[in-house]
């Protein structure tokens, strides 16, 4: 029933615009494209695939006309799902556009789900699931970094290097079926020193890609960095001002944030995600206290901690908190209010235990923050630069990869541990195929067939 359906979406944002595209997709797609829209009379009909051409659209039911668009027809299956395709190109206003979308649906299409272009597309064999997942990464993408991994993914990066993965694992799952199926036959079948050789490097490469979930996290959504202190320190006042805008509130009451706020910032090719947090004290009432715990559950996954002190007070039990957050954490200190008179120095929290790089800095008079701009720069680049790196460096960005990948390595393990213990080929072979599974599920590839392909051609079975 699904298959059979014809979708219809505004491809372009919401809003005005010079330009907006309706797109259809499915069997229906040119049937109903054509009952909306016709060919000026100079042009030949039924359209011409695969060539923009303009016409003019019309309530098919009054003859009433609302626009002048053009529209390009691209068959199946080479289309962008795989399915015929129609595009009308309307003027971009939202009236409008609902009206022709309206047109459609009267017409028998129904509207799309979020993503159905693409699940089409990758039901039709157009894309694989990475290369779905990396046009999502495109369209999200804050930075340079970002962008570059979102396109070396969606040019198949990533999806080659599983699937060089898989042809390994299915190679070899191949020989190990042949020595069940053809034990007493004379047939050159590689050693079990050889297929745990295999297992390893397979194993190796994996590892490789599974590890390299940091950095391409890092690439995609940003360093994590979490602005914590006691309250009234000035947190809230150094987040706005590294923003550049009166994001948060500021009062002169402690206490003030009660909830995360998180804004992104670039600093240069780097995304710094960047949470303002409630102050660090002993909760006064319910609501502080589940802000405090949120405080807290975000410093714990940031990469890097901006510790703010508030020079102008002296040392509080507060203050020592904080101190417990940044031990064995990377972390800034930044000593705030240096307008004021100083009351709180380095020399007092070095003494205190705290063993980190500090900036001072004014959120009042902006003293300080180019200071603490390039500290941040240079924590965020060193901090984004670990893990593996290279220009043809495959590298995962979203924690199904990784999930997939740490079970295809689990299997590989027990794999090569049945090997060394000298289990049967039937053994060895389950762990081998679990491996494959789980390496398939980030491409969303199939695999029996594959497998099969592989005996019949490289051991002529049966010729
Ligand atoms: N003189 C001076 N005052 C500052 C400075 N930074 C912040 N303040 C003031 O300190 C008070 C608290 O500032 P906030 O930015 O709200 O502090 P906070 O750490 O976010 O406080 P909570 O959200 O309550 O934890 C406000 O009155 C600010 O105007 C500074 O550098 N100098
Ligand atoms: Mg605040």
């Known amino acids: 029933m699904y298959e059979a359906d014809t979708i219809v979406a505004q491809a372009t944002p919401p809003g005005k615009g010079a330009v907006a595209i309706v797109r259809l997709s499915g069997p229906q797609a040119l049937a109903i494209g054509y009952r909306l829209w016709r060919p000026l009379k100079s042009h030949t009909e039924p359209p011409k695939p695969r060539r923009l051409m303009l016409g003019e659209i019309r309530d098919p039911g009054s003859g009433r006309p609302l626009d002048r668009a053009l529209a390009i027809f691209i068959p199946g299956p080479r289309s962008l799902t795989g399915e015929d395709v129609v595009e009308l190109h309307c003027h971009g206003g939202p009236y409008l556009v609902r009206s022709v979308i309206g047109l459609a649906l009267a017409a028998g299409a129904r509207i799309a789900e979020p993503g159905e272009f693409s699940r089409r597309a ?40 599983i699937d060089s993965l898989r042809t390994e694992l299915i190679q070899l799952r191949a020989h190990l079926e042949a020595e069940i199926d053809f034990a007493d036959e004379e047939i050159a079948l590689p050693s079990r020193r050889e297929i745990a050789g295999t297992l390893e490097a397979v194993a190796r490469s994996a590892a490789v890609l599974h590890d390299s979930f940091q950095r391409g996290r890092i690439i995609r959504e940003g360093v994590r960095a979490t602005i914590v202190g006691k309250p009234n320190a000035g947190k809230s006042s150094l987040f706005n001002l590294l923003l550049g805008s009166e994001r948060a509130i500021v009062t002169a009451v402690p206490g003030t944030t009660r909830d995360t706020l998180e804004e992104t910032l670039q600093l240069g090719p780097w995304t710094l995600s ?93 003293d300080g923050i180019v200071e603490l ?9 060193e901090i984004a630069e670990k893990g593996p790196a290279g220009e043809d460096t495959a590298i995962i960005s979203r924690e199904r990869h ?17 090997v060394f213990s000298g289990m049967p080929p039937e053994i060895v072979a389950v762990d081998v195929t679990a491996a494959t599974d789980a390496l398939s599920e980030i491409t969303g590839a199939v695999n029996t067939e594959d497998i099969l392909d592989v005996i019949f051609r490289e051991f002529c079975i049966g010729k």
């Open 122 to 161: 990758f039901l039709n064999g157009r894309l694989d699931l990475a290369q779905a997942e990396a046009i999502a990464d495109l369209v999200e993408a804050r930075s340079e970094g970002a962008l570059a991994l979102a396109i070396g993914q969606l040019n198949g990066a990533l999806s080659a290097r």
């Open 274 to 366: 960047l949470t303002d947090t409630a102050g660090v004290r002993k909760a006064r009432d319910e609501v502080e206290q589940l802000g405090v715990e949120r405080t807290r559950s975000h410093a714990s996954d940031a990469h890097l901690l901006i510790a703010v002190f508030d020079t102008s007070r002296p040392f509080e039990r507060e203050d020592a908190e904080v101190i417990d957050l940044c031990q064995g954490r990377r972390a800034i200190a930044t000593l705030n209010k240096i307008d004021l008179t100083e009351r709180l120095g380095m020399a007092d929290l070095r003494q205190r235990g705290l063993q980190i790089e500090s900036v001072r800095v004014s959120a009042r008079t902006a």
């Open 402 to 418: 990784q999930a997939a990948l740490a079970r295809t390595l689990e299997a590989l393990g027990k794999a090569r541990e049945s």
């Open 373 to 381: 701009r390039d500290a941040l720069a240079c924590a965020v680049s």
